[in-house]
């Protein structure tokens, strides 16, 4: 296997993982007094190996790496959580290895089929999706993003528009320089974007239903993925799910909203989401079915 870094704190014999390391430290200090929670640094990431070879990025791989984290950890399964391309992976992860994953808890990051009906509905969303193409050039993306001290990159994490929306949890300048230290080491940027450029063609798109109990936790003011591909993941999950949107927060859910995030997932694994509805399909009766979370405390990353 891959070294694959892994933060994590002792707890029970019940495992949380959570994928990126360091977004996660507000999770990991939440849940490890019942959990043996860790936060993964998945390959190309954080220290973990850093292949520059396309094909160490396929999707077979990335799923071996979770596997065999959870098997190297000495589980059988845990409860999964991930973000943006880490949720992208743990859908898929529940896809292909239902047996591991006792709970589904992703956070703005659609089921990968609701993902491509979106942009095939939603000139939005294929407008915000060119990114995807364009990292798909090589070397250019590279530049383009170590341009200017890394600017891009800066505007995505903390600007006023992509970044997190919350003021009391924008990060530090110290907390974003560890963000983008590994990033701008020589060749650091190209496995990250690998990600893009695998998963375009590999078997991305499936459209298999989850049949995991599963949570959606969204952050309405998302500006690189629609709101509407986060309630299109009816289609796609057989067992129980529910769907939150947290409002005046952004695509950086867990670290923008920390104790709200925090407050679901216990409701969620204590069962405290009582009816953990099959959301309806488009065109039906929505009443009851969406909880519209408000920011419930003190105003509250990324694989």
């Known amino acids: 296997m891959k070294h694959l870094p892994v933060s994590g704190m002792p707890g029970s014999g019940n495992t949380a993982s959570f994928g990126a390391g360091y977004s996660w430290r507000h999770q990991l200090c939440e849940f490890s007094c019942q959990y043996h929670t860790v936060a993964l640094d998945l390959r190309g990431c954080g220290d973990s190996d850093a292949p520059s070879q396309l094909d160490e990025y396929t999707l077979e791989k990335l799923l071996y790496d979770i596997r065999d984290t959870i098997d190297e950890l000495g589980h059988t399964r845990c409860i999964l959580v991930g973000h943006d391309w880490g949720g992208m992976l743990a859908w898929h992860f529940a896809l292909e290895r239902p047996d591991m994953v006792q709970r589904l808890i992703i956070m703005n990051a659609p089921h990968p089929a609701a993902w491509l009906d979106a942009v095939l509905r939603h000139p939005k969303q294929l407008l915000r999706s060119g990114h995807a193409c364009f990292f ?18 800066r505007n995505m994490l903390c600007g006023a528009r992509l970044g997190i929306s919350n003021k009391a949890r924008r990060l530090t300048e ?59 993941i009816c289609p796609y999950i057989r067992g ?44 039906s009766e929505s009443v009851g079915t969406e909880a519209k979370v408000l920011n419930s405390g003190p105003a509250g990353n990324h694989i």
């Open 136 to 153: 798909q050039l090589p070397l250019l993306p590279e530049i383009a993003l170590s341009l200017d001290d890394f600017k891009l990159l």
């Open 174 to 232: 110290a907390q974003l320089d560890g963000y983008l230290y590994r990033l701008s080491q020589p060749g650091g940027l190209t496995p990250p974007l690998n990600y893009f450029r695998a998963f375009l063609s590999d078997t991305l798109y499936k459209h298999e239903a989850i049949g995991v109990t599963t949570m959606l936790i969204w952050g309405e003011d998302d500006s690189i993925l629609v709101e509407g591909t986060s309630g299109g």
């Open 240 to 283: 129980p799910v529910a769907v939150h949107t947290i409002p005046n927060c952004s695509h950086w859910v867990q670290e923008d909203r920390p104790e709200t995030v925090n407050k679901l997932i216990w409701d969620f694994l204590l069962d405290m989401d009582v009816s953990l509805p099959i959301l309806p399909q488009e065109g």
